[in-house]
């Protein structure tokens, strides 16, 4: 059965996680809490398929997590008329000024803590954040498939990729083209991709230990509740109080 040969791949992803990036995620979850604790925030910036919704507001999850949402509208009504060939298509992730753009709307400072997420880290958009965010005096946290990277050149004008410009680095050790299971009847093309549940693996791993090591401090950082739990409003608002202000 092709979900067999899944569950296979998959949990050979996870291992991989668990064996090899222990040490990355214990660093990352040190350079928050150093943050944190003297006034910093932690900011995710994701061009993936997951951590922008996985890592916030979940129950179990921490409060302090913060996203960068951005987006690009364009609205056009124009008369209808027949179209033209199709143009080639332009992805927001590839237009060079667009992370200055946003990281200057976004209320991040120095002493601040970003991670950003890229399977394939080579576009534009996550190489330059991480570039302009170290500039600024933010520690940045690349979260991407090293090995895959490396197979790819970097559509950045100064060649590097995200795994190369960032402070810290969690591989989420996802191979190349990130799907896991080869099906003949397709030619030969893989489907079921791993990079979704490899990121949130490394994401509550990440959360846990941040809790750890504040709680090792003596300090006792917010959490959401789940809404179907009893109180778990007065819980969530005492929490959220309790987070905007102590910062964690």
Known sequence: MLAERYFVEMKNVLEAIEQTQKEPIRAAAEAIVESVVNGGVWHLFDTGHMLMFEAVGRAGGL????????????AHPVRPRPLPPNPEPFFMDQIADLPRYILGQAKVQAGDVILIGSV????????????????????????????????????????????EMADLVI???????DALVEVEELGGQKICPASGIAASYINWALQAEVVEQLVARGLKPSAYVSNHLPDAGKLNAAARARYEEQGY
């Open 171 to 177: 591989d989420n050790c996802v191979p190349y083209g």
């Open 63 to 74: 409060m302090m997590v913060t996203p960068i949402h951005s987006e690009i509208r364009v």
């Open 120 to 163: 394939s880290g080579i576009n534009v958009m996550s190489v330059e954040m991480a570039c302009l965010a170290r500039e600024r005096g933010i520690k940045t946290i690349a979260l991407t498939s090293v090995g895959a990277s490396k197979r790819f050149q970097s559509k950045h004008p100064s060649g590097k990729r995200l795994f």
